[in-house]
């Protein structure tokens, strides 16, 4: 206590009860910065190693412009595999490489009755897509402890159709009454007119998520966007909501 009282007296502290407020809290800070620096080495350790992951996923894509003013909307599920890949041994940073099969559908319209007018049409369009795509996400891992994990992600993405098929419905209306229907089915990916394909065989894009894990199982979410334009003036977005098991 003297020792105390002469150290105090000899460094002009006038108010000892603010001194020992900053010891305790240089003492607190350097106990917090220790903590942290232990918890990040204890995730890098833990987090260092690679894994697989298969997902299956809820996947919406629309877009709002074309030029016939439709509004695509597409509906359908993902099933993903994927590798992860660690690229330090100190920072628990990933690379994910794998594959993706979308099966989707759509059914979009063009309403152009007119009550008034001789002759107006409804068309209605019903369309079905698959396509193989090859995804590309750099993600980090933060171990929050031994069985939750959050992993933020950024993303690309290059992928074609296997198929796309839709049917047409054209219903005819004459002053606002039902006239008669035309049928037809079209293959998207062929020359329909002028040597001009409906969708494009080949797409790319950029996407960013998320993903929680707990223990093996995992839930995330994701959005995006096409690089390439489908046709010459609009790009899907797309959404994903996706449930996974890593092993």
């Not at 298969?54 to 993902?78: C, F, H, L, M, P």
């Not at 098929?165 to 079209?186: A, C, L, M, P, W």
């Not at 993903?211 to 959404?239: A, L």
Request: net charge positive; aromatic share 16%.
């Amino acid at each position: 206590l003297n020792n105390c009282y002469l150290y105090i007296c000899k460094n002009n502290i006038t108010n000892p009860i603010l001194y020992q407020c900053k010891i305790t809290t240089m003492k607190t800070l350097k106990i917090i910065a220790l903590a942290i620096t232990v918890l990040l080495a204890g995730q890098a350790f833990a987090q260092n190693k690679g894994y697989n992951r298969i997902d299956v996923s809820y996947v919406k894509a629309w877009t709002g412009q074309s030029e016939e003013n439709i509004i695509y909307d597409r509906n359908g599920v993902g099933f993903d595999y994927m590798h992860g890949i660690s690229l330090s041994k100190k920072i628990p940073l990933f690379l994910e490489v794998g594959g993706r099969f979308i099966l989707s559908y759509d059914k979009s319209e063009i309403d152009k009755l007119d009550e008034t007018a001789l002759f107006s049409y409804i068309t209605k369009f019903n369309s079905r897509f698959l396509t193989l795509g090859i995804p590309i996400n750099l993600c980090y891992n933060f171990r929050i402890n031994n069985k939750l994990e959050i992993i933020p992600f950024f993303g690309l993405y290059a992928r074609a159709h296997i198929f796309a098929k839709t049917e047409i419905r054209v219903h005819k209306y004459s002053y606002g009454n039902f006239h008669s229907q035309d049928i037809r089915e079209y293959d998207l990916l062929k020359s329909i007119d002028k040597n001009e394909k409906y969708i494009k065989l080949f797409n790319a894009g950029w996407t960013i998520g998320a993903n929680v894990r707990y223990k093996p199982f995992i839930f995330g979410v994701n959005f995006g966007t096409g690089f390439i334009k489908t046709r010459e003036n609009y790009t899907m977005c797309e959404f994903a909501a996706t449930l996974g098991y890593c092993f």
